[in-house]
T-cell receptor, first 112, second 111 residues
């Protein structure tokens, strides 16, 4: 058990809908990272937060947004969903920057 | 463009054999990490290498960081079915705090 909790584990929705993925980092970790994993693209960095503030951004679509709350949990919001958004979404946490990442078990998103 | 290129993409070998997988880049990194991911789970950190030329051993796994800190290798001795999984290398970008991953080597050890 990595100590990182992601909910829900599975999500099935329709095109055009909006979903929210939730992540609780390990106790004491201030950094939260979001990644998208698909078979052809591998693990793609989306965005990182540190202690509530956005720290680094990857190729995150404008339809996607995230935030980290004062209690350090984070949410990833995906809107106007398309078929191509179907993927595994992982959250990871670390004590600080660039340190070893602890990953949650992921949310499998299926857009039908 | 993939900043971290991993090879081979797939590898299927018999139990007991040795193997090496590679992680290459044209960029210099301050550190590089190796993770292993099993189906239905998130990646789990195996090792972090920091110094050019560094070699780290984890039981039957040997990790090496290139002298120029642009590449790394993972060597497994006497592979076992429990070594099966997706091996990912990752590095922190120097200009910001992004940690990027290669696409991984999918390893299958046949009993």
């Amino acid at each position: 058990d990595s100590g990182v909790t992601q909910t829900p584990k599975h999500l099935i929705t329709a095109t055009g809908q909006r979903v929210t993925l939730r992540c609780s980092p390990r106790s004491g970790d201030l950094s939260v990272y979001w990644y998208q994993q698909s078979l052809d693209q591998g693990l793609q960095f989306l965005i990182q937060y540190y202690n509530g503030e956005e720290r680094a951004k990857g190729n995150i679509l404008e339809r996607f947004s995230a935030q980290q709350f004062p209690d350090l949990h984070s949410e990833l919001n995906l809107s106007s969903l398309e078929l191509g958004d179907s993927a595994l979404y992982f959250c990871a946490s670390s004590r600080s920057f660039g340190e070893k990442l602890f990953f949650g078990s992921g949310t499998q998103l299926s857009v039908l | 463009t993939q900043l971290l290129e991993q090879s081979p993409q797939f590898l299927s070998i018999q139990e007991g054999e040795n193997l090496t997988v590679y992680c290459n880049s044209s960029s210099v990194f301050s550190s590089l990490q190796w993770y292993r991911q099993e189906p239905g789970e998130g990646p789990v950190l195996l090792v972090t290498v920091v110094t050019g030329g560094e070699v780290k051993k984890l039981k039957r796994l040997t990790f090496q960081f290139g002298d120029a800190r642009k590449d790394s290798s993972l060597h497994i001795t006497a592979a076992q079915p429990g070594d099966t999984g997706l091996y990912l290398c990752a590095a922190k970008m120097n200009r910001d705090d992004k940690i990027i991953f290669g696409k991984g080597t999918r390893l299958h050890i046949l009993p």
